[in-house]
């Protein structure tokens, strides 16, 4: 597995940390983790990490897992913060597509920016 998905108590977020080569099917299966781990969380707010991973989908691929992630059980209702290198979006297509289907995702490249996103989310 090229990720790792936990829970930030102080925080009241969850982290998906994504390290190494990615391919579909682990986004998928993080995905499918967090909806069944976390979903029951209102609101859910989840930090996607992947400054330090090599996404290995196409842009079709992307799309996909946008379309995929806006509409699962457990994760639609999400506020995700994504965190990337600042020279380079691993998570561009994926975005849009989810976005288009009504998920909240934004991009963020500090950590310090991202929790400020996710804090002003509550209710």
């Known amino acids: 597995m090229s990720f790792q998905i936990r829970y930030d108590a102080p925080n009241r977020v ?12 682990q986004k998928m299966a993080a995905a499918r983790q ?3 781990k976390y979903g029951h969380l209102h609101p859910l707010l989840l930090v996607v990490d992947v400054r330090e991973a090599k996404v290995l989908l196409d842009m079709q691929q992307r799309q996909e897992f946008g379309v995929y992630a806006a509409t699962l059980p457990g994760l639609s209702h999400a ?6 290198a600042p020279h ?19 991009e963020f490249v500090t950590e310090h920016s991202a929790l400020e996103w996710l804090a002003s989310r509550e209710p």
């Not at 506020?79 to 990337?84: G, R």
């Not at 691993?90 to 975005?95: L, M, Q, T, Y």
Request: charged share 20%.
């Open 34 to 36: 967090v909806a069944e």
């Open 79 to 84: 506020h995700i913060a994504v965190l990337h």
């Open 88 to 106: 380079h979006n691993a998570n561009v297509g994926i975005d849009q597509a989810a976005t288009a289907k009504g998920l909240r995702v934004v």
């Open 14 to 25: 969850v982290r998906a940390v994504f390290f190494d080569e990615v391919s579909i099917e």
